[in-house]
């Protein structure tokens, strides 16, 4: 989840730089933001169930830019090299 945007809107608060950080803060405690936003939960599922078909960590950003933009405004989430 460090690797992807989120897209929630959410990226619009510093302390958001990816969807991990919707479920953990930097101390790895459990954040109730992201258990409480349907967008973070389905793009968590998605980046779970795409993962478990074998896709790399680059198909499953490139697939999460492409279904999830325009949602809100994503956070600055580097590109992923795999």
Same mark, same amino acid.
């Given at each position: ?7 929630? =809107?959410?990226?619009? /608060?510093?302390?958001?730089? #990816?969807?991990? @950080? ?8 459990? #954040?109730?933001?992201?258990? #409480?936003? =349907?967008?973070? $939960?389905? $793009?968590?599922?998605?980046?779970? &169930?795409?993962?478990?078909? =074998?896709?790399? /960590? $680059?198909?499953?950003? /490139?697939?999460? @830019?492409?279904?999830? $933009?325009?949602?809100?405004?994503? &956070? /600055? &989430? ?5």
């Amino acid at each position: 989840l460090a690797k992807l945007p989120c897209y929630c =809107g959410c990226g619009q /608060d510093p302390q958001f730089k #990816n969807l991990r @950080d919707c479920f953990l803060d930097a101390d790895g405690k459990f #954040n109730s933001h992201g258990a #409480n936003c =349907g967008v973070c $939960e389905e $793009e968590a599922m998605d980046a779970f &169930t795409w993962k478990k078909q =074998g896709m790399s /960590d $680059e198909q499953i950003r /490139d697939r999460i @830019d492409k279904e999830y $933009e325009g949602r809100g405004k994503p &956070t /600055d &989430t580097p590109p992923v090299m795999d």
